[in-house]
């Protein structure tokens, strides 16, 4: 399917930065919308629903399953995850530049259903900083810190299905590769809509 809005799709092992990442690219470009997602864990901290998540149980979720209401979704961590397919395709039918941020299994169903999608995969500098950070962070408690340390070595080995990855060592550095990343993708469409135009006019002139 063709949209003229962008698709970009952020993932990352839990605690490498892209909520920071994307909340700080949100900042900066008022251009990118976020997709909230439904998911069936429990708010966490000041958590809201409808703003980070559409908090759901499992079978309000199966529900949706079942009406194909999810563009993509999956099991994460021990809990389901989804992206709304109305909102996602409404959002992109009008030109807007949409922002996923969802894991690896999600983001390669996204690619598989929208070929111009742009995934990017955020890396932290090391396993001990990912760790820290989770721990920084606080919000986990340490059981789920340690299930979420243990699924990340599966993640990052799919971190090479990705169009581009970032090491989220300095944040600002990283921020800078995320935002050249929707630069070029925005060119790349740009340059696309001239070629169109040009081909489509020598066309008919013929
Ligand atoms: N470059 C960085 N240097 C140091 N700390 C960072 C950096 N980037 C993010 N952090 C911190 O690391 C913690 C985890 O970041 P964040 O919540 O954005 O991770 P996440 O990848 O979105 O995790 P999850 O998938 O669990 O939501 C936060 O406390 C954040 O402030
Ligand atoms: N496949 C999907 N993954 C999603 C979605 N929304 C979030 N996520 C990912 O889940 C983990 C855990 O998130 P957390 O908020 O509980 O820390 C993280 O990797 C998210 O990117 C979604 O709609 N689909």
């Known amino acids: 399917m063709d949209f003229p809005g962008n698709l970009f799709v952020v993932s990352a092992p839990s605690g490498a930065g892209k909520s920071s990442l994307v909340r700080a ?14 998911t069936t864990r429990a708010p966490r901290g000041q958590e809201t629903h409808g703003r980070e998540y559409f908090f759901v149980d499992d079978a309000e979720f ?37 922002l996923l941020e969802i894991d690896w299994q999600g ?6 259903r929208f070929a111009q999608a742009v995934l990017t995969f955020v890396l932290p500098p090391s396993w001990g900083e990912l760790r820290a950070r989770l721990q920084r962070r606080g919000e986990d408690a340490p059981e789920v810190i340690e299930m979420r340390l243990e699924n990340a070595r599966a993640e990052l080995a799919q971190a090479k299905n990705f169009d581009f990855v970032i090491i989220n060592a300095v944040f600002s550095s990283a921020l800078k590769d995320l935002q050249s990343i929707v630069h070029a993708q925005r060119m790349r469409y740009r340059c696309q ?3 169109h135009a040009e081909v489509f006019r020598a066309l008919n002139m013929g």
């Open 107 to 112: 983001a390669l169903q996204i690619k598989r």
């Open 193 to 195: 809509q001239y070629i």
């Open 62 to 98: 199966s529900a949706l399953v079942e009406q194909d209401a999810f563009v993509e979704w999956a099991h994460v961590h021990g809990k389901r995850y989804g992206t709304s397919r109305q909102n996602v395709e409404s959002l992109l039918q009008a030109g807007q530049d949409v």
């Open 25 to 38: 690219l949100r900042e900066a470009d008022g251009r990118i919308v976020p997709s909230v997602s439904h």
